[in-house]
Nanobody, 119 residues
Framework: QVQLVESGGGLVQPGGSLRLSCAASGISFSLYNMGWYRQAPGKQRELVAA???????NYTDSVKGRFTIARDNAKNTVSLQMNSLKPEDTAVYYC?????????????WGQGTQVAVSS
């Protein structure tokens, strides 16, 4: 059974920091591209940051320089360090694992963790 379990969300003041973690089980973690998505009320889910199997990373423009994604293949975890948080970062954050093969796509999601940035 595949599980992606997020942790680390919460309420933080603008300018503050949070670190999200996602623990994966039931998958060959190192074979998956991992990502963090977020969905704010009334908005579509968007990719925040991703780290690929080869360790390459990409970020949405609004978080560049503030967020850092990292994976630990030995611990089957992916983290998102979020600094200089802004109210517009408020959303439910989801962990995603995806593996694309020649004739298949494996795509898994966590249950989400709430991040609220407010004074």
């Amino acid at each position: 059974q595949v599980q992606l379990v997020e942790s680390g969300g919460g309420l933080v003041q603008p300018g503050g920091s949070l670190r999200l973690s996602c623990a994966a089980s039931g998958i060959s973690f190192s074979l998956y591209n991992m990502g963090w998505y977020r969905q704010a009320p009334g908005k579509q889910r968007e990719l925040v940051a991703a780290v690929n199997r080869d360790g390459s990373t990409n970020y949405t423009d609004s978080v560049k320089g503030r967020f850092t994604i990292a994976r630990d293949n030995a611990k089957n975890t992916v983290s998102l360090q979020m600094n200089s948080l802004k109210p517009e970062d408020t959303a439910v954050y989801y962990c995603n694992a995806v593996r694309v093969g020649p004739q298949y796509t494996l795509d898994y999601w966590g249950q989400g963790t709430q991040v609220a940035v407010s004074s």
